[in-house]
């Protein structure tokens, strides 16, 4: 099985040579195009997927929709596709959507037996005059596209939910607390959703969002993740973002389409990301301290950052320059 914190260790003295440190109000800027950025330090191996297509001109829909694939398909990612972790009824279900630079969308939730439901999504975007597919219905498309259906439950997996079942206490924070508490400092052996945002040589923006969803979730749960303008949103005048923690609490504020609202504003985004997050805190109050929550965004100048509620969230970033890690500013 993949060893995330080997994988870390080795690759910061190898050839991706990323460099982990802590945000400033303007982290990063690209004065030449591409980039990709992507939450979690792992996805430095989903960006690289991304930068293939970037580097060499391509899209960045193609770029988005390419790094996304790459947690989903990786047994050892307990939170995105194949080996993510069931929902109370041991079922695998996955949520995804994908947005370009003309706001065209798509989206599938609730969906069960296809590893890539990034590449649904697209599908959906492309060859349907709808947003969103859901369960069976997402299914179906999926199928009369081509996909075939595949056991998404690893013995891992299946392990971890036959532990839960002893006491089967169900907590949303079930997956961030597992994070908090697993890989303290920096998120280094596991992540939770993988949000991807990529600018092209062309400047055009695109966004990619991929989940298994919270650990053990109620049958039926969706979160932010595939619904736009909460886990992802993308204009192509003002800049992107996407979410990953809490799907709920993300929801709650529109979180990703008001990190661009406030970008639009000639807010940084660092500072976008930010005051989202503080709208979260203050519906809380005291209780904000037991949730997590996080956005990246990139606006139309390059400008990079991230934000969480919580220490321990990083980023990866890739352009020209290389690779970089950071770990995000917090509020708490």
């Known amino acids: 099985m993949f060893n995330r914190r080997h994988f870390l260790h080795t690759t910061a003295l190898g050839s991706f040579g990323w460099i982990l440190g802590r945000t400033f109000e303007i982290p990063g800027r690209v004065k030449d195009n591409p980039i990709v950025i992507s939450t979690w330090a792992p996805n430095v191996r989903a960006n690289a997927a991304a930068w293939k297509i970037l580097s060499a001109g391509g899209r960045s829909i193609d770029a ?7 947690p989903e398909a990786d047994a050892s990612d307990t939170s995105v596709g194949y080996g993510g972790l069931p929902d109370r009824d041991g079922r695998v279900t996955l949520d995804a959507c994908i947005m370009d630079h003309q706001a065209n969308c798509g989206a599938v939730m609730f969906l069960e037996g296809i590893k890539h439901p990034v590449r649904v999504a697209r599908r959906v975007m492309e060859k349907t005059p709808h947003v969103q597919l859901a369960g069976e219905g997402a299914l179906q498309f999926a199928l009369q596209e081509g996909f075939t259906v595949e056991n998404l ?3 891992e997996s299946e392990q971890a939910w036959k532990s839960w079942l002893k006491t089967s206490e169900y907590n949303p924070m079930t997956t961030p607390d597992q994070l908090r508490t697993r890989q303290v400092p920096g998120q280094s052996d596991n992540h939770d959703t993988i949000g991807m945002l990529a600018m092209d040589a062309a400047g055009n923006l695109s966004g990619a969002c991929s ?3 919270l650990a053990f979730k109620m049958r039926g749960r969706v979160g932010d993740s595939p619904i736009i ?3 992802l949103f993308v204009d192509n005048e003002v800049g992107a973002a996407t979410a990953t923690g809490v799907g709920e609490e993300i929801v709650r504020i529109c979180g990703s389409h008001t990190v661009v609202e406030l970008m639009r504003q000639g807010i940084s985004p660092q500072l976008a990301c930010r005051k989202a997050l503080e709208r979260i805190v203050k519906k809380h109050g005291a209780r904000a301290k037991n949730i ?3 956005f990246i965004a990139v606006n ?3 400008i990079f950052s991230g934000y969480s509620i919580q220490k321990g969230f990083t980023f990866a970033v890739q352009t020209r320059k290389g690779v ?5 500013k917090s509020i708490f």
């Open 153 to 155: 439950m690893t013995p």
């Open 64 to 70: 988005v929709e390419a790094g996304v694939q790459v």
């Open 324 to 328: 970089r890690v950071f770990e995000a």
């Open 292 to 294: 997590q929550a996080a």
């Open 229 to 231: 303008g909460a886990g």
């Open 300 to 302: 139309r100048q390059g």
């Open 211 to 213: 989940t298994s969803g």
